[in-house]
């Protein structure tokens, strides 16, 4: 090609003159490009698309610098604008064009973060290179674009024009599709994820970027569908990964705009009838078992590392069919039906409780959806709920961890939420959860109630102090509502024993109060410090002790003889010296003395009622 048929355009040479300079310096170095393919100088050609790429970048990075002044802004539009004159021209060299291909993808998708006419006019001309270019190589060259961007240009606009580019390769590819795509999605799943958690609620360009990872998920299912047998599985395997991932990052890249992310949401459940995921499968995490098993083949764990997300994606998708019935009938699935399945299995109800943790742990994740989540949890609870099962304590032992895991995540809940209403559902769930094992499986109950009270009160230790007080109040809460059902039984004894004895009334209780009244580390506890913990455990251990005394039960062992020496002797006594000592280190009339004395008030109150009980109960039997 003639370096005369590079002459600039009329139209640009018309341009204010503050712009020219800028032209004709592109159009020096693109002559330059082109005289070196012409001269078959392939060092050269390097070199002079090494300066066309510094020439672009210096544009970008002035107007990026400066985004206030419109001129700069200006300036790139215009540059932008006769490159795309150039590589869309049909008088260009294909060998020119290659050869730009290589770098120019990345450094105009910067130009894409200037404004929406230059985000525009950048995907035009990544279209060019994707339609007359090699797919393989314009793979490869979109990934790296897309997985080492300058960080002043680390954001959505730079990303999006990249995804559009590699949504169209992904069509245009004819060998070895599956290999291709799964090599390329670990690259899109990292931008999402990092856009993810830098998006804020002003950001726009985020949801187009959702938008354009969605344009992704359908190039996908459009190979696939032109695909055979195995392949063909693998693939559409691989989509359902991907759509689960992106349902993630769309939920917590929303932040508290719930309501904003409707079309996005209705886009990705669409593909769940084609990657053949169920609601039921979803929330019980088998789906992502069959897909997980499907894709991976020799690479293992190594490449599901790129999926982080993937059962709060599966959980979410549930819990958004749950919030409106416009997702679950573009699914076509029927929620009822999903909550009668789980309310009628036990295993699969500990399955769904399992996959709701990652739901409740998330920190990232809308309240909103918090909320939502415990609400639905709430749903599959109400009605009859059967408990049957085989191999109850084999079931009940591999599901233990991941049941007290999600117990700890609906904690959290409970504790930093900021609104009430939503603590209160966590609350219900929370109490919910541990009743139902409680009532209904006496069997594991025992086994439950107290490796529950156990771990979760270790937890409470190692993060807050109040949370210790929170949770043995909510645990003498259930003895106490356990109690009231064992008493309405009538005169059933038997019956009233067999309830009391295989669930929270047991020895593990007295443990619990040990630990705040007399600390692993030895010594009473620390005051005024632990106040709270050590009120809500001296009224725990009060409440059994009245309880057991007044029905004549000892499921805890309270009212044994050794264990009322040791309450008295190792308990209680030394901490009444703790409380007496302070209060009479606190007779100053200054505002900490008073504070100090007013916090162990109560303390002192429920302290010496417990010692008058234990008294009592020794001088009983000795």
């Given at each position: 090609m003639s370096v005369e048929s590079l002459r600039l355009s009329e139209a640009s040479l018309d341009e204010p003159p503050s712009s020219q300079p800028l032209l004709l310096r592109l159009h020096r170095a693109l002559i330059s490009c082109s005289t070196s393919i012409e001269a078959g100088d392939f060092c050269q050609l390097e070199k002079s698309v090494a300066k066309l790429v510094d020439f672009l970048d210096s544009v970008t990075g002035a107007a990026v610098s400066e985004p206030d002044k419109e001129c700069f802004e200006s300036d790139g539009f215009q540059v932008l604008t006769e490159l795309q004159r150039y590589i869309t021209s049909p008088s260009v060299d294909q060998a020119?064009?290659?050869?730009?291909s290589l770098e120019l993808p990345k450094a105009v998708s910067r130009f894409a973060c200037l404004?929406?006419?230059c985000l525009e006019i950048t995907e035009s001309v990544i279209d060019r290179f994707v339609e007359s270019c090699?797919?393989?190589?314009?793979l490869t060259i979109l990934c790296e674009a897309l997985d080492s961007p300058n960080k002043m240009f680390k954001a959505p606009g730079y990303f999006i024009p990249l995804l559009s580019g590699l949504s169209k390769v992904f069509i245009s590819i004819n060998r070895r599709q599956f290999e291709q795509v799964k090599e390329a999605v670990p690259v899109v799943i990292n931008v999402l994820k990092t856009m993810s958690l830098e998006s804020d609620e002003e950001d726009t360009g985020y949801e187009a970027l959702l938008h354009r990872s969605i344009d992704i998920a359908k190039s996908i299912q459009a190979v696939s569908m032109k695909l055979e047998d195995k392949v063909k599985e693998k693939l559409r395997a691989l989509l359902g990964l991907y759509v689960l991932q992106v349902m993630a990052f769309v939920s917590i890249g929303i932040r508290d705009k719930v309501s904003g992310c409707v079309n996005l949401v209705l886009e990705l459940s669409r593909f769940f009838s084609y990657c053949n995921l169920s609601y039921l499968s979803l929330i019980t995490g088998c789906d992502i078992d069959k897909i997980t098993s499907t894709v991976v083949g020799e690479d293992g764990d190594d490449f599901m590392g790129y999926f982080p997300n993937l059962k709060l994606g599966a959980s979410l998708s549930v819990i958004w069919?749950?919030?409106s019935n416009e997702f679950s009938e573009v699914v076509g699935e029927d929620l009822a039906a999903v909550k009668a399945e789980l309310s009628g299995n036990q295993v699969k109800r500990w399955q769904a409780l399992g996959m709701l943790r990652d739901i409740f742990s998330c920190v990232n994740l809308p309240w909103e959806l918090k909320k939502q989540a415990t609400n639905f949890l709430l749903w599959i609870f109400e009605g009859n709920i059967s408990h049957e099962y085989d191999n109850k304590d084999m079931e009940c032992s591999f599901h233990m961890p991941s049941l007290f895991a999600t117990l700890q995540a609906v904690q959290m809940v409970i504790m930093y939420a900021p609104d009430s209403v939503i603590r209160k559902y966590a609350f219900d769930a929370f109490r919910k959860h541990r009743a139902e094992r409680a009532e209904r499986t006496p069997e594991i109950g025992a086994t439950f109630c107290c490796c529950f009270c156990h771990y979760l009160l270790a937890f409470a230790f190692?993060?807050?102090?109040?949370?210790?007080?929170?949770?043995?109040?909510?645990?003498?809460?259930?003895m106490h509502m356990e109690?009231?059902?064992?008493?309405s039984v009538g005169n059933q004894v038997i019956q009233a024993q067999t309830s009391a004895s295989t669930t929270f009334w047991n020895a593990g209780v007295l443990e619990l109060v040990e630990l705040v009244l007399r600390p692993p580390k030895g010594g009473p506890p620390s005051l005024p410090e632990y106040g709270d913990a050590v009120l809500s455990a001296l009224n725990l251990y009060r409440f059994v002790l009245i309880t057991e005394s007044t029905g004549k039960t000892n499921w805890t062992g309270v009212v044994s003889k050794n264990n009322l020496q040791k309450a008295y002797n190792e308990w209680l006594l030394p901490l009444r010296t703790l409380v007496t000592g302070i209060a009479a280190e606190n007779q100053d009339y200054d505002q900490l003395a008073e504070d100090t004395v007013c916090a162990l008030n109560p303390i002192e109150l429920v302290l010496f009622r417990c010692l008058e009980l234990v008294e009592e109960k020794l001088n009983h039997a000795g």
């Amino acid at each position: 090609m003639s370096v005369e048929s590079l002459r600039l355009s009329e139209a640009s040479l018309d341009e204010p003159p503050s712009s020219q300079p800028l032209l004709l310096r592109l159009h020096r170095a693109l002559i330059s490009c082109s005289t070196s393919i012409e001269a078959g100088d392939f060092c050269q050609l390097e070199k002079s698309v090494a300066k066309l790429v510094d020439f672009l970048d210096s544009v970008t990075g002035a107007a990026v610098s400066e985004p206030d002044k419109e001129c700069f802004e200006s300036d790139g539009f215009q540059v932008l604008t006769e490159l795309q004159r150039y590589i869309t021209s049909p008088s260009v060299d294909q060998a020119v064009v290659d050869a730009l291909s290589l770098e120019l993808p990345k450094a105009v998708s910067r130009f894409a973060c200037l404004s929406q006419r230059c985000l525009e006019i950048t995907e035009s001309v990544i279209d060019r290179f994707v339609e007359s270019c090699s797919p393989r190589d314009m793979l490869t060259i979109l990934c790296e674009a897309l997985d080492s961007p300058n960080k002043m240009f680390k954001a959505p606009g730079y990303f999006i024009p990249l995804l559009s580019g590699l949504s169209k390769v992904f069509i245009s590819i004819n060998r070895r599709q599956f290999e291709q795509v799964k090599e390329a999605v670990p690259v899109v799943i990292n931008v999402l994820k990092t856009m993810s958690l830098e998006s804020d609620e002003e950001d726009t360009g985020y949801e187009a970027l959702l938008h354009r990872s969605i344009d992704i998920a359908k190039s996908i299912q459009a190979v696939s569908m032109k695909l055979e047998d195995k392949v063909k599985e693998k693939l559409r395997a691989l989509l359902g990964l991907y759509v689960l991932q992106v349902m993630a990052f769309v939920s917590i890249g929303i932040r508290d705009k719930v309501s904003g992310c409707v079309n996005l949401v209705l886009e990705l459940s669409r593909f769940f009838s084609y990657c053949n995921l169920s609601y039921l499968s979803l929330i019980t995490g088998c789906d992502i078992d069959k897909i997980t098993s499907t894709v991976v083949g020799e690479d293992g764990d190594d490449f599901m590392g790129y999926f982080p997300n993937l059962k709060l994606g599966a959980s979410l998708s549930v819990i958004w069919g749950y919030i409106s019935n416009e997702f679950s009938e573009v699914v076509g699935e029927d929620l009822a039906a999903v909550k009668a399945e789980l309310s009628g299995n036990q295993v699969k109800r500990w399955q769904a409780l399992g996959m709701l943790r990652d739901i409740f742990s998330c920190v990232n994740l809308p309240w909103e959806l918090k909320k939502q989540a415990t609400n639905f949890l709430l749903w599959i609870f109400e009605g009859n709920i059967s408990h049957e099962y085989d191999n109850k304590d084999m079931e009940c032992s591999f599901h233990m961890p991941s049941l007290f895991a999600t117990l700890q995540a609906v904690q959290m809940v409970i504790m930093y939420a900021p609104d009430s209403v939503i603590r209160k559902y966590a609350f219900d769930a929370f109490r919910k959860h541990r009743a139902e094992r409680a009532e209904r499986t006496p069997e594991i109950g025992a086994t439950f109630c107290c490796c529950f009270c156990h771990y979760l009160l270790a937890f409470a230790f190692l993060s807050s102090r109040n949370q210790i007080a929170i949770l043995i109040d909510c645990l003498r809460g259930e003895m106490h509502m356990e109690n009231c059902r064992s008493i309405s039984v009538g005169n059933q004894v038997i019956q009233a024993q067999t309830s009391a004895s295989t669930t929270f009334w047991n020895a593990g209780v007295l443990e619990l109060v040990e630990l705040v009244l007399r600390p692993p580390k030895g010594g009473p506890p620390s005051l005024p410090e632990y106040g709270d913990a050590v009120l809500s455990a001296l009224n725990l251990y009060r409440f059994v002790l009245i309880t057991e005394s007044t029905g004549k039960t000892n499921w805890t062992g309270v009212v044994s003889k050794n264990n009322l020496q040791k309450a008295y002797n190792e308990w209680l006594l030394p901490l009444r010296t703790l409380v007496t000592g302070i209060a009479a280190e606190n007779q100053d009339y200054d505002q900490l003395a008073e504070d100090t004395v007013c916090a162990l008030n109560p303390i002192e109150l429920v302290l010496f009622r417990c010692l008058e009980l234990v008294e009592e109960k020794l001088n009983h039997a000795g």
